[in-house]
């Protein structure tokens, strides 16, 4: 899910180097940490939270067979 996210947010944004993913792990819950470059920021969320809207039903469509719960954080 990791690799899904960093890929994606990449794709998305102008620094592409800045673009860093961490994961933390719980039993249930893994949270991951999108981290992007200040300028980017606002292409990541999108006009009123669409686009990280649409990275989080993604992730969790594709968490589906896992049986795990994925929270995608933004931080900028």
């Known amino acids: 899910m990791k690799e899904l996210i960093e890929r994606i947010a990449q794709a998305l944004v102008d620094d592409s180097e800045a673009v860093e993913v961490k994961e933390i792990a719980g039993k249930q819950t893994t949270v991951l940490e999108l981290k992007v470059a200040k300028e980017d920021i ?18 969790n469509a594709a968490s589906g067979k896992e049986n795990k719960r994925y929270i995608l954080e933004i931080i900028g």
């Open 42 to 59: 606002g292409k990541v969320i999108g006009r009123g939270g669409h686009t990280a809207d649409a990275l989080r039903t993604l992730l």
